[in-house]
T-cell receptor, first 113, second 117 residues
Framework: AQKVTQAQTEISVVEKEDVTLDCVYE???????LFWYKQPPSGELVFLIR??????QNEISGRYSWNFQKSTSSFNFTITASQVVDSAVYFC??????????FGKGTRLHILP | GAVVSQHPSRVICKSGTSVKIECRSL??????MFWYRQFPKQSLMLMAT?????????EQGVEKDKFLINHASLTLSTLTVTSAHPEDSSFYIC?????????????FGPGTRLTVT
């Protein structure tokens, strides 16, 4: 069975600090996709990244970076120099074929001014 | 990029009534659409998968007679909550899938907040 664990329920950091959101997944599939989504208070899901299981390269996009390690089944997300606008709930998710997406419970991130 | 809309964005209905939520893919055809439910401060849970022209596939524990899903065209899927009760109050999010094979992508709608009084 597929499972996504986000152990951090809620995190608070002061603006400009770096913060890492952890994600650990379980799957028996050899081909799978991992995602991160941001959900601001408005509720709309904002797609951040999709990574397939064959691409372990880390990715950087502006202040965001992702560390994918198959050896530990982790797909962690780091925000560098956090800003108040980064405050939101962040979901890590897993899918086998971009079909049924299994979401983690989410991490609520508070960036304090 | 691909856009998925939902209507209405918010709805309040009385207990016992039915409410319909629409999910549309605006600039692409979606053979498959998904319906998720999110209770306050919880994660998104897949309710059902709908394929155009066929019956929806419901996840375990989701009552198919209560949550009627119709996917009559390649750009529209509807979710009808029948005989709504306060415990059905939730945030309902749809997504639409496009593409083939490894290029398949799934796009989410903005969600519909249902309040049953």
């Amino acid at each position: 069975a597929q499972k996504v664990t986000q152990a951090q329920t809620e995190i608070s950091v002061v603006e400009k600090e770096d913060v890492t959101l952890d994600c650990v997944y379980e799957t028996r599939d050899t081909t799978y996709y991992l995602f991160w989504y941001k959900q601001p208070p408005s509720g709309e899901l904002v797609f951040l990244i999709r990574r397939n299981s064959f691409d372990e390269q880390n990715e950087i996009s502006g202040r965001y970076s992702w560390n994918f390690q198959k050896s530990t089944s982790s797909f962690n997300f780091t925000i560098t120099a956090s800003q108040v606008v980064d405050s939101a709930v962040y979901f890590c998710a897993l899918s086998d074929r971009v079909d049924k997406i299994i979401f983690g419970k989410g991490t609520r991130l508070h960036i304090l001014p | 990029g691909a856009v998925v809309s939902q209507h209405p964005s918010r709805v309040i209905c009385k207990s016992g009534t039915s409410v319909k939520i629409e999910c549309r893919s605006l600039d692409f055809q979606a053979t498959t659409m998904f319906w998720y439910r999110q209770f306050p401060k919880q994660s998104l849970m897949l309710m059902a998968t709908s394929n155009e022209g066929s019956k929806a596939t419901y996840e375990q524990g989701v009552e198919k007679d209560k949550f009627l899903i119709n996917h009559a065209s390649l750009t529209l899927s509807t979710l009808t909550v029948t005989s709504a009760h306060p415990e059905d109050s939730s945030f309902y999010i749809c997504s639409a899938r496009t593409g083939q094979g490894a290029s398949r992508e799934q796009y989410f709608g903005p969600g519909t907040r249902l309040t049953v009084t």
